[in-house]
């Protein structure tokens, strides 16, 4: 009876520890579902963030007396610096990014403490130091900015990635814990064969009383069931990605910018690569990759009024994508954008058995905004020769 007993209490246990390990399973998939969702809602501010940066750099880049006055210039420049700054409050989020979203904050306050500046100096007369402050400080500190918002994200999306990694090592021990158990458990429940010694022929063998029988109810216990395993989610490393940014905004010419073509194609996972400029109702090829030496003459210009890919990135001005088949291969086009302004796509032929999914699209998404502040068509150029226009940014 004591034994039974015991018995019955291990097969309780076991199914306790069951439990025990389907209800952590289940907490760790609401918080990787709550990891995920916070890396989205951070993807959307960082990517407005970007886009406010590039308006405040256009800003300054564009200053034109004879469309506004200069007071009317720094009051549309205070504004953006507003929005940037408020932009910037709802991204800070995570303890193992606050070393860079601090930079981030100390460049902005920089630029909007010479910006103030600037203005003081105008109203006071002295025109010369003004433009100073606004050349010296404020333009080179729009270039600071954008380098600052690409380590902050790649900041944030390594720290989501740790988050993930460590509750897939919990979740593996507890797993592994519980399967453990469970092995010992069954094994402690298994019937035994005792092995009993032939006994002298004039001796006779008592059959083992009933009370000591082995138990019915062992033939019930229930078979171990296998842990499911649950894949890991590799750790993205955006170092490479960050650098060809930083890269880019570095860049003073086009033919810098071409060196770095090859690279992004390396980063996305892409066979080729063209960046497109608008030119009236078309797009000119102005930078490209894979395509060989006569690359421009055999791509010709794009008219916008055609059905494809890179046109259907033009007029949504949304990441667009198409898989590949048998004979072609996926692709990804992004629009380009200087503030409001349309100013080409980014188009990418994925490399053979690349899909045109969740990472590829983001480093698409990337990269097209940096190579849209680094790169302005030139509207006098000839459409089958474009000129590049390195912003210096």
């Not at 981030?104 to 909007?112: E, G, H």
């Not at 019930?220 to 940014?245: G, K, N, T």
Request: glycine share 8%; aromatic share 6%.
């Amino acid at each position: 009876m004591h034994r039974r007993t015991l018995r019955h209490g291990l097969v309780v246990l076991l199914f306790l520890s069951a439990a025990g390990a389907a209800a952590f399973a289940w907490s760790v998939d609401q918080r990787l579902g709550a990891i995920t969702t916070a890396e989205h809602s951070a993807s959307s501010r960082f990517d407005a963030l970007v886009q406010s940066v590039a308006r405040f750099d256009a800003a300054q880049q564009l200053f034109d007396p004879a469309r506004e006055s200069e007071t009317e210039w720094f009051a549309r420049v205070r504004r953006l610096l507003t929005q940037i700054q408020s932009q910037a409050k709802g991204l800070h989020s995570s303890p193992a990014s606050a070393s860079a979203g601090r930079t981030f904050d100390d460049i902005t306050a920089r630029v909007t403490s010479a910006v103030a500046r600037a203005e003081e100096n105008l109203r006071d007369g002295h025109d010369l130091m003004a433009a100073d402050l606004v050349q010296d400080e404020a333009r080179p500190g729009a270039e600071a900015m954008r380098a600052a918002v690409i380590e902050w994200r790649a900041a944030e999306a390594n720290a989501a990635e740790t988050g993930r990694a460590a509750l897939f090592q919990q979740l593996w021990a507890v797993l592994g814990g519980t399967l453990a158990f469970w092995v010992f458990g069954v094994l402690l429940l298994a019937p035994r064969q005792t092995v009993t010694a032939a006994a002298p022929a004039s001796l006779s063998i008592l059959a083992e009383p009933a009370a000591d029988t082995p138990m019915a109810a062992d033939a019930d216990v229930p078979p171990v069931q296998p842990s499911v395993p649950i894949e890991q989610v590799a750790v993205l490393d955006l170092v490479p990605a960050a650098e060809l940014c930083g890269e880019i905004a570095r860049a003073d010419s086009g033919e810098a910018l071409a060196a770095l073509v090859e690279r992004a194609a390396g980063v996305i996972g892409a066979s080729g690569v063209v960046v497109w400029l608008a030119s009236g109702d078309e797009l000119v090829p102005a930078l490209m990759h894979g395509y060989g030496p006569h690359a421009r003459g055999l791509l010709g210009t794009l008219p916008l009024s055609e059905e494809n890919v890179t046109t259907r990135a033009w007029h949504s001005g949304d990441v667009q994508g198409v898989d590949g088949d048998a004979r072609s291969h996926a692709a990804l086009a992004a629009p380009m954008f200087q503030g409001p302004r349309r100013t080409g796509v980014l188009s990418v032929e994925l490399a053979d058995g690349v899909k045109p999914d969740a990472l590829p699209r983001a480093l698409t998404r990337i990269l097209a905004a940096q190579f849209a502040t680094a790169v302005s068509p030139q509207p006098e150029a000839a459409a089958t020769t474009p000129t590049l226009e390195a912003t210096g940014s």
